[in-house]
């Protein structure tokens, strides 16, 4: 038996044992190998003399090459470009009576948080502008283990059974034979699956409408998409859609400005979130919830199961519970906002599934997807994973394994480990899945419940105002008229005369092709081969009332605020400091930014004989990287209408309907815009201009900003 040596304290003897890295060892500043060797020369490979050839026994160069070449996982099949934060979630409304989630009970209890936004069908480094479904996932660190909330921007989806995912995956992504086009819908293969499957009609309505072209992360709301179930303590059990709504309003961009944004700054959104938080504007959402108690399940005439419709929120209303604030920027987005694993299927007790067929897949993608991305099943243990209440389970090993488990017990039931870990009762917060009885034949079939594709794709067209109508036959134009088959354009066309005749028609117009009179039998209708195929799609519903909350102009979520809005400053030398600087102050007051931009970078020159910091040049900035123009005063001021691309900067932000200002010479520019008229009409609620030093400039600048857009600049189709 070993022996302890006498004059060596027990402790002593462990320590030499111990494996955790000496945090405060002098030697920490060194560069070194990933085997702790110090490094001695990390500028210069080993070779044999000074000019001869590299020797393979250089370690140090094979271990730092060989770790480059591994520096990239495979990226996301869909969301692989995408953007997170740091957060907190706050209950300010417990509802106790519909769930026991241990962490929305106490008005105040705050849960960690990560969040990540994203977009579908582009590749990691692809624009943030495309014009796409954004993911919206956030991960709650609760203390009874993870929650994932794992939706969209866009209450419906496209498909409504799991099956189809991958054909609509493959249908959206560039096409296999040439990789063209990148992070787009607006080709062939996407409208073809698209025009054989009427299901997907109510989502395509939504993805061409501005929705899919959010201003920002921070102003787009969240939806879980499928109803899932809240489980109160007496096991019973409420139908629950979740919504996530931004403090600051749903906004969007204007189509050829998101083009232009790729284009100058393809980051657009990565930017918006992370200068946001930096600078304390911190991005905040209210968590909604819709609950429907078990009774009502067939009160709808649509199928609360079928993830292609939505609950309006003039028939159940959305009942507020908590707010998220994002206040903390990862310190590293590989190991952060790359390396997090988001999974539907990660619940607490207290929130559970239905048997929606889209949802069901998905509780076995997620965990299939980080196997390959990730490499290995404990996934779990990367950091920004981790669950922050203990875990103890017997599964064991497996590549890249963290844990070190001690001892010889990995099964259950065991005597030899005392019976540890036990199993918890439900009083003790162990997870039983709700009780729900299923008494049903195997079959393959889709429920008759699932067969009306229009009511609500035509619901939604309706609940939009002209100009968000307009937009929407735009993104159709635009979208169709780049898909080179004929036939494809067609069959589209006769599924929108089904939604709206007039859409059709209208979007018919800009593709030169007449509305099919008769739409084509779509071949997809959910069937197998055996059935006829021919079954015509139902119309179940009457048609709804418009509903505000679908729309985005009038969504009940628009404020007047113009926090965190950029606004460009044009100057150039000789500016009229007193104005600028007021605007710049009373913009700061409403939490917004002014942002010097001049014909070159440096300083400009005051009237004052003081001299500007300049922020963007013409050259480098452009009006669709902000929300609205002010053109102050100053001698030199209308020589800026003799730059084509101080123009162009103006004239780009009037097309996108942005507010712009000026003050006396400032004025003299305008005269050399599009819309000169305009200006000398005073003919238009977005150009606040003021010759002789009205007080009340800043303040109506402000107001009409407030307004957001001036969406009666747009000509009418
Ligand atoms: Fe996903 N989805 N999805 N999805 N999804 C993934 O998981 C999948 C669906 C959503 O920021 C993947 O980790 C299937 C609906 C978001 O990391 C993958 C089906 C909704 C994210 C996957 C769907 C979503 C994903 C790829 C149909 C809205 C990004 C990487 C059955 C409710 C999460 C990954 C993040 C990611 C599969 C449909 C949202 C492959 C099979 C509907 C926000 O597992």
């Not at 100057?571 to 001049?598: H, P």
């Not at 001299?611 to 669709?624: K, Y």
Request: with cysteine; charged share 20%; proline share 6%.
């Amino acid at each position: 038996m070993k022996k302890h040596n006498t004059s060596q304290p027990v402790n002593q003897e462990a320590k030499q044992t111990d494996l955790s890295v000496n945090k405060s060892d002098p030697n920490n500043k060194f560069l070194t190998t990933n085997q702790g060797v110090k490094i001695n020369d990390d500028n210069n490979s080993l070779k044999s003399g000074e000019r001869g050839p590299s020797l393979l026994e250089d370690f140090i160069l094979r271990e730092k090459i060989t770790h480059f070449d591994h520096e990239r996982i495979p990226e996301r099949i869909v969301h692989a470009r995408g953007s997170g934060a740091h957060g907190f979630f706050e209950v300010t409304n417990p509802i106790p009576q519909f769930t026991k989630a241990a962490f929305l009970q106490q008005v105040g209890q705050k849960t960690p948080v990560f969040a990540r936004f994203s977009t579908v069908a582009g590749s990691r480094g692809s624009t943030d502008l495309a014009r796409d479904v954004r993911g919206f996932s956030v991960k709650f660190y609760t203390e009874a283990g993870i929650y994932d909330f794992v939706g969209n921007n866009i209450p419906v989806f496209f498909i409504q059974d799991a099956s189809k995912f991958p054909d609509l995956i493959h249908a959206v992504k560039p096409e296999p034979h040439n990789e063209i086009p990148q992070a787009a819908s607006a080709h062939d293969t996407f409208w073809d699956f698209i025009s054989l499957m009427p299901e997907s009609m109510h989502m395509v309505m939504w993805a061409m409408s501005d929705r899919a072209i959010p201003r920002s992360y921070r102003m787009m709301e969240g939806f879980g998409v499928h109803t899932f179930r809240f489980i109160n303590e007496q096991d019973e059990s409420h139908f629950v859609k979740i919504h996530w709504k931004p403090k600051l309003g749903t906004h969007a961009v204007v189509w050829d400005e998101a083009q232009k944004i790729s284009g100058k700054n393809p980051d657009f959104h990565r930017q918006d979130l992370w200068d946001a938080i930096d600078t304390g504007n911190f991005p905040e959402w209210e968590l909604g919830v819709q609950v429907i108690p078990e009774a009502d399940e067939s009160k709808y005439d649509f199928d609360l199961l079928d993830p292609t419709k939505l609950v309006p929120e003039e028939l159940v209303p959305v009942t507020i519970i908590g707010r998220m604030v994002l206040n903390r920027n990862p310190d590293n987005f590989f190991a952060e906002t790359e390396q997090i694993a988001f999974h539907p299927g990660h619940v607490v007790p207290g929130i559970d599934f239905t048997n929606d067929p889209l949802l069901q897949g998905r509780l076995f993608s997620y965990t299939d997807t980080q196997l390959s991305r990730l490499g290995s099943p404990n996934f779990h243990e990367i950091p920004i994973n981790r669950s922050i209440s203990p875990t103890h389970n017997n599964q064991r090993d497996g590549h890249m394994r963290q844990e070190i488990n001690t001892g010889r017990v990995s099964y259950h039931p065991n005597s030899l480990g005392g019976g540890c870990p036990y199993q918890a009762r439900i009083a003790e917060g162990g997870f039983a899945s709700f009780n729900e009885r299923i008494d049903a034949h195997k079959v393959r079939a889709r429920s008759e419940s699932f067969s009306d594709h229009f009511s609500q794709a035509t619901l939604f067209y309706n609940s939009q105002t002209e100009v968000e109508q307009g937009h929407i036959i735009k993104a159709l134009r635009f979208e169709l008229s780049k898909v080179a088959t004929t036939a494809i354009r067609v069959r589209m066309l006769g599924l929108l005369s089904q939604v709206d005749a007039t859409l059709a028609e209208k979007v018919a117009e800009g593709l030169g092709l007449p509305v099919p009179k008769q739409p084509e039998t779509p071949m997809n209708h959910g069937v197998g081969a055996d059935a006829d195929g021919t079954q015509e799609s139902k119309i179940l519903l009457q048609p709804q009332q418009p509903s505000d909350a679908l729309g985005m102009i009038k969504n009940p979520t628009i404020t007047k605020t113009i926090e965190s809005r950029k606004v460009a400053i044009l100057c150039n030398d000789g500016v009229n400091e007193a104005q600028l600087a007021n605007l710049k102050k009373l913009l700061l007051v409403q939490g917004a930014k002014g942002c010097v931009i001049a014909p070159h970078m440096g300083f400009v020159s005051t009237d004052a004989g003081g001299a500007v910091a300049v922020e963007g040049s013409f050259l480098n900035a452009s009006s669709v990287l902000f929300d609205a123009i002010y053109i102050p005063g100053g001698e030199a001021a209308s020589v800026l209408a003799e730059d084509p691309d101080a123009l162009e900067f103006i004239n780009d932000a009037y097309k996108h309907c942005k507010v712009i200002g000026a003050q006396a010479e400032g004025l003299d520019v305008l005269a050399a815009t599009t819309f000169a008229s305009k200006t000398a009409n005073n003919d238009d609620a977005g150009l606040i201009v003021d010759r002789d030093g009205d007080n009340n400039f800043g303040q109506a600048f402000i107001d009409a900003m407030g307004q957001h857009r001036i969406w009666d600049r747009e000509p009418k189709i």
